[in-house]
C-alpha cells in the first residue's frame, strides 16, 4: 500500500496596507513672523495726562508706563496731550487675569470731546470674560459722525493677553488706516472716494481708558463685572505717538516740519503691508475673526465702499456676519457714546467724594 505522505498546509496572508494622513495644523507661532518696528518711544508724562479718576492711575517708577485702575469707585483713563492729524499710534499692554467680564479696556483715538456730533474714531476694544474663557477684542472705525454705519469686526485672540505685554498699533494717514498686534496687521481699510466722510480726517487725539460695561461687554450683557475679583488693573507702557501735532479747531500745526512729518509717516515700514506680513493677516483672519461687518448681508446688503470681500473670509460667515459654527450671543451690543466726556463727569463726582472720606 502506498502511504500518501500529507501535503504542506498553504496559508495565503493577505497584507492589508493603511495610509495614515496626518494633518499637521500649523500653530500661530510657526506662522506669525516675529516683527519688531524701530519705534521711538516715550515717557508718559512726556505725552499723556490723566483724563478721568486720576486716583486710579499708577504710574510706574521709571516713567514709562501707567496702570489703570477699575474698582467699586470708578474706572480711569488718560489722554495725549496734543491732537494729531494723522500718526502712527501704539503702546505695549497687558490685560487684568483672571474673572473679567464686564470689563472693557479701550484704547483708541477720537475727537469727540472736540466734534461732538461729527466726530471720529478709531477704536481697539478689549472686552473681559468670565473665568476660564478668554479675553476678546473688537476694532471700529467712525468718520464725520458716521455711528450708525458702524464698521466694527470682532476677534479672538491667539494668545492669552493677561500673560504678558502686547504691542497693538494703529496707523492712520491720509490713504489707509492699519490695525496691528505684535506688528502683525489684522486688518486695513483703504481710502476710497466712495467713502466720503466716513473716513475719519479730522484731528485726534489718543485715549486709553478701563471702565465698567456690564450691560453689553460679555455674553450681551449676561454676565457683569464682580468687584469682589477688584481691582482690575490694565498696564500700559512703551508709548508710541508718532505724527504732527495741530490745534484741532484751527488745524495750525505745531511745526513747519508737518509735511515731512506726514511725508515720513507714509514712506515708514508700518505703512506698508509686506508679502509675508500680509500672509500672517490672511492666516489670522481666516481663524480669529468672529464677525465682521463685511460679511453682514442683513445690515448692509451691499457692502459698504471700503469692503474687500475675500472668498475664504465670507465661507465662514452667516449672512448675519458671524460664524457659521460657533454660537455667538444674539444680543445686540450697543455702543455708547460720549466716553470720555460721561466717564469724566462720574469720575469727578467720586473723586471728590474720595476727597472726603480721606479728610474724615
Not at 498686534?181 to 479730522?202: N, Q, T
Not at 450681551?220 to 505724527?243: A, C, H, K, T
Request: neutral net charge; charged residues 25%; proline residues 6%.
Amino acid at each position: 500500500m502506498i502511504k500518501l505522505q500529507p501535503l504542506p498546509l498553504l496559508l495565503l496572508i493577505i497584507t492589508t496596507t493603511i495610509s495614515l494622513v496626518i494633518v499637521i495644523v500649523p500653530s500661530a507661532a510657526a506662522v506669525i513672523p516675529n516683527v519688531t518696528f524701530n519705534l521711538s518711544t516715550i515717557n508718559f508724562d512726556d505725552g499723556y495726562s490723566p483724563l478721568f479718576a486720576d486716583f486710579n492711575i499708577r504710574k510706574s517708577d521709571d516713567g514709562r508706563g501707567a496702570n489703570l485702575l477699575l474698582n467699586r469707585y470708578a474706572g480711569s483713563g488718560f489722554i495725549s496731550a496734543k491732537y494729531y492729524d494723522h500718526g502712527f499710534f501704539s503702546a505695549k499692554i497687558k490685560l487684568p487675569g483672571d474673572y473679567t467680564a464686564g470689563v472693557v479696556v479701550a484704547f483708541y483715538t477720537s475727537n469727540a470731546d472736540v466734534f461732538e456730533k461729527n466726530h471720529d474714531e478709531l477704536d481697539f476694544e478689549f472686552l473681559g470674560n468670565v473665568k476660564g474663557k478668554p479675553w476678546r477684542f473688537q476694532t471700529n472705525v467712525y468718520g464725520n459722525g458716521s455711528t450708525s454705519r458702524g464698521r466694527e469686526e470682532r476677534y479672538k485672540l491667539w494668545f492669552d493677553p493677561s500673560k504678558d505685554f502686547h504691542q497693538y498699533s494703529v496707523l492712520w494717514t491720509s490713504k489707509k488706516i492699519i490695525f496691528y498686534v505684535d506688528g502683525i496687521p489684522i486688518r486695513e481699510v483703504l481710502r476710497s472716494e466712495a467713502m466720503g466722510g466716513d473716513y475719519p480726517s479730522k484731528p485726534m487725539s489718543l485715549y486709553a481708558t478701563i471702565w465698567d460695561a456690564s450691560s453689553w461687554a460679555t455674553d450681551g450683557g449676561r454676565y457683569g463685572v464682580r468687584y469682589e475679583y477688584e481691582p482690575f488693573v490694565s498696564e500700559f507702557r512703551d508709548f508710541v505717538l508718532e505724527g504732527c501735532a495741530v490745534d484741532p479747531i484751527e488745524q495750525v500745526q505745531d511745526s513747519d516740519d508737518c509735511l515731512e512729518k506726514k511725508s515720513n509717516l507714509e514712506a515708514a515700514e508700518y505703512a506698508d503691508i509686506t508679502p509675508e506680513r500680509r500672509n500672517a493677516m490672511k492666516w489670522i483672519r481666516e481663524r480669529y475673526i468672529y464677525y465682521s461687518y463685511c460679511y453682514d448681508t442683513l445690515r448692509y446688503p451691499v457692502p459698504p465702499p471700503e469692503c474687500v470681500i475675500v472668498p475664504s473670509e465670507k465661507a465662514r460667515f452667516k449672512e448675519t456676519g458671524r460664524l457659521r459654527f460657533e454660537a455667538i450671543p444674539t444680543r445686540q451690543q450697543r455702543r455708547r457714546r460720549g466716553r470720555g466726556r460721561r466717564h469724566v463727569a462720574a469720575a469727578k463726582v467720586v473723586e471728590e467724594q474720595v476727597k472726603v472720606d480721606t479728610d474724615m
